[in-house]
Every structure is written in structure tokens, then in C-alpha cells.
């Protein structure tokens, strides 16, 4: 079947910098896009959502970017502080509109280096 | 409000026992999921629930199963349990169905001996 994928498994950045992590996704029939945050030891927090009739989205010092053409999703988190160290994972609803519930990446691994 | 809450926290079964986890959802949220976590698989649904009925459910054996209470509660089971059922099992609730903004409980840590 069809899943959601990221680039990298890791992605190294320092404190205060810009991070961007990116996800591709190959069913173009999904409408409805999230990423989520994941610490050791929590559940999935819910940072940001979007659906396909948008192309970016924004939340507190967070951005969604929807690229439809090239089915890319990316997450960019502004002025990247000790405490955005976790796994994200970019998530979509499917050509079921969520009846598969959703298909989740691998996830990203966010190192913040001092 | 208070977030979903799942109990127990851990766990720890032998092979062919059955197990069962339960989930209070977000106080007003109508809709279950639940999703199984592992290292090598990553987030897997289970099965969703939308008002004590089972609206979906993912590509797992019948050993899965779970229920949804009439105040919205829901436990699953697992019986037979095996090696590979070793996982986080997530619970995730929602006001609406179709796995838009889902929140996560902390989970249930299972480890099968």
C-alpha cells in the first residue's frame, strides 16, 4: 500500500537555528495532513494540521508547507530551542478520508546541539 | 480538560496470554483509535471507535480486538499473545471520526516474555 515517508532519520541543529523536516507522501488522494511530536516516554503531541485546499499553514513558531505537485509536506520550527528535541512524524488521512485511520511516517529525529 | 489517559502504563505477559488495555478518552470526544507503535513498523492503526460501534479497523489478526463504552471509554484486547506483539499501544481520541486531530495517551508499554 501507499505510506508516508521522511528524508532523514535524523536531523542535527543548533539551538536558535531554523529546522526543517520534510516528509513525502505518495497517495495523492489524502486530504488532510498533521504532523505530530513525539518526546521519550509521551505519546504523539499534535503540533499542526492542514488540509490539501492549502498550501501553508501557521502555528506558534511553526510552519506547514503542502506541496500537492511533488506530494511533499514539510515542518519548519522557528528558533529551534532545547525542549523541540523529539521524533516527528508527518501523518496522512488516506484515500479513505481516515477510515484506514491515518498512515504515519517513520518519524525524524530532532537533535538541538547547544 | 484532562488529556486521554491509558492504563496500565506497563505491562508484562508470557506468549499465550490474553491482555487487556484500556483508554479514557478527552472529556466530549466521541471517537477511539487505537494504534500500535514499534521500532520496526512505527505507528500502526488498529481499529477506530465512534460511538460504541467499530467504524474501522487496520490490517491485523483477529486476536485484536476492542470495545467502546457508552460514556466513550474503550479497552482493547489481545489474546494469544505472541513474541511480536511486544509493542507501545497507543490510545487516540478525537471529536469527530476520520482520524482528523487525533490526541494521544502516553500508552501502554506491553513487553510479551
Known amino acids: 500500500g501507499e505510506s508516508v515517508g521522511l528524508h532523514l532519520p535524523t536531523l542535527s541543529v543548533q539551538e536558535g537555528d531554523n529546522s526543517i523536516i520534510n516528509c513525502a507522501y505518495s497517495?495523492?488522494?489524502?486530504?488532510?495532513f498533521i504532523w505530530y511530536k513525539q518526546e521519550s516516554g509521551k505519546g504523539p503531541q499534535f503540533i499542526i494540521d492542514?488540509?490539501?485546499?492549502?498550501d501553508k499553514r501557521q502555528g506558534q513558531r511553526v510552519t506547514v508547507l503542502l506541496n500537492k505537485t511533488v506530494k511533499h509536506l514539510s515542518l519548519q520550527i522557528a528558533a529551534t530551542q532545547p525542549g523541540d528535541s523529539a521524533v516527528y512524524f508527518c501523518?496522512?488521512?488516506?484515500?479513505?478520508?481516515?477510515?484506514?485511520?491515518?498512515?504515519f511516517g517513520k518519524g525524524t529525529h530532532l537533535i538541538i546541539q547547544p | 480538560k484532562a488529556g486521554v489517559t491509558q492504563t496500565p502504563r506497563y505491562l508484562i505477559k508470557t506468549r499465550g496470554q490474553q491482555v487487556t488495555l484500556s483508554c479514557s478518552p478527552i472529556?466530549?470526544?466521541?471517537?477511539v483509535s487505537w494504534y500500535q507503535q514499534t521500532p520496526g513498523q512505527g505507528l500502526q492503526f488498529l481499529f477506530e471507535?465512534?460511538?460504541?460501534?467499530?467504524?474501522n479497523k487496520g490490517n491485523f489478526p483477529g486476536r485484536f480486538s476492542g470495545r467502546q463504552f457508552s460514556n466513550s471509554r474503550s479497552e482493547m484486547n489481545v489474546s494469544t499473545l505472541e513474541l511480536g506483539d511486544s509493542a507501545l499501544y497507543l490510545c487516540?481520541?478525537?471529536?469527530?471520526?476520520?482520524?482528523?486531530?487525533?490526541?494521544f495517551g502516553s500508552g501502554t508499554q506491553l513487553s510479551v516474555l
Open positions: 487516540a481520541s478525537s471529536e469527530g471520526t476520520g482520524g482528523e486531530k487525533l490526541f
Open positions: 497517495n495523492s488522494a489524502s486530504d488532510y
Open positions: 492542514i488540509r490539501s485546499n492549502m
Open positions: 501523518a496522512e488521512n488516506g484515500s479513505g478520508g481516515g477510515a484506514d485511520g491515518l498512515t
Open positions: 472529556s466530549g470526544h466521541r471517537s
Open positions: 471507535y465512534f460511538s460504541e460501534t467499530q467504524r
